[in-house]
């Protein structure tokens, strides 16, 4: 049983293709982080080891001891606290590919954050990808392939991960998860269309609270003196040199926020993404013009472009801060 929500071309693709004989050796799961890319990574490596003939069973040892990642022949490579993937995980996963499976049928390994791959990690990659053991399958898991070498891209099948409809979202928390309604329906507006964000606030009361300050942080920021800015600026720079991820998902809740103040002067109120901040949202939005709110929102992707491309984090984040709007009235 396939698990993942809202994929359901990405699953028929990879059904089809287990029960034909032609899975690739390689994949790119590309998506916005927490849309469910690792949750179908998980499932084909299931699958590629299930001891049923209805592949993946979920319910045979193999498919549970995959769920909880404690199968020999399945491995995840993440970035572990670093900045990226070291060349020395991927000479590690080169060392067991050339291992016949221990337990299962196939070794499976999965490399969450491949964007984050330093070049040696990529050009060493790239030795396996060219030519992989009959029973070794490799599942690069990306936010961007932009990042990502082409000659790694050119030997992987990209399947692109959409977010997913809310309603698909909501549904699965209350049928699933036992999400009461209205809290599964303010989840999945929150969610921006990925499940494993939904998932994971859901059973977890700090993180709408961590949540909850980070909003308020963004929204103060705002209302700061230069030198406070400056002073935050310097504080992201410094968490990204220890944690990328955390600081490209601050990014992304602050795109939200300024996305939904450009939806507010629209006359768009019904589809702002942060309901559970509207009230602050409406009151805000009548200290800026829609022309500066959505060059901001440029500014902030464009921020979380070059940060991903290993920009200088302080220079980059120091211009993010000189090009916020400046409120009326202030």
């Known amino acids: 049983m396939w698990t993942t929500v809202g994929h359901e071309a990405a699953v028929e693709l990879l059904d089809n293709s287990l029960r034909n004989d032609r899975l690739s050796h390689a994949y790119l799961f590309v998506g916005p982080a927490q849309v469910g890319k690792m949750t179908l990574a998980i499932n084909l490596a299931q699958a590629l080891n299930c001891e049923k003939d209805d592949k993946p069973c979920g319910a045979c040892s193999s498919c549970q001891r995959i769920m909880g990642l404690k199968h020999a022949d399945v491995q995840v490579i993440d970035l572990s606290g670093k900045t990226e993937v070291s060349i020395d995980q991927i000479r590690e996963l080169e060392r067991y590919a050339s291992l016949k499976p221990f337990e299962g049928k196939s070794r499976v390994f999965i490399i969450d954050n491949a964007d984050f791959m330093s070049s040696e990690a990529a050009n060493c990659l790239l030795k396996t990808l060219e030519e992989p053991p009959p029973f070794v399958y490799m599942i690069l898991l990306s936010t961007s392939e932009k990042a990502i070498l082409s000659t790694i891209l050119s030997r992987c099948q990209k399947l692109e991960l959409r977010p997913i409809a809310i309603s698909a979202i909501e549904g699965a928390l209350i049928e699933r998860y036992g999400t009461k309604p209205e ?25 709408i609270l961590h949540r909850k300050e980070l909003i308020e942080t963004l929204v103060n920021i705002a209302k700061a003196d230069r030198l406070e800015k400056f002073s935050y600026s310097a504080n ?49 939005e ?44 202030c």
């Open 236 to 284: 992201m720079a410094s968490k990204f040199s220890k944690n990328r991820a955390e600081v490209q998902k601050l990014l992304s809740l602050w795109i939200s926020l300024w996305r939904d103040l450009l939806l507010i002067k629209g006359n768009c109120r019904e589809i702002i993404t942060n309901i559970d901040h509207q009230e602050t949202l409406f009151r805000e």
């Open 183 to 207: 809290d599964a329906h303010v989840l999945a507006r929150l969610s921006s269309g990925c499940m494993g964000w939904a998932v994971q606030t859901s059973v977890n009361a700090d993180a």
């Open 286 to 329: 009548v200290y800026y013009d829609i022309i500066d709110i959505r060059n901001f929102i440029f500014c902030l992707i464009h921020a979380g472009m070059l940060l991903k491309n290993n920009a200088n984090p302080r220079l980059v984040l120091d211009v993010l801060i000189l090009g916020m709007p400046k409120r009326k009235g």
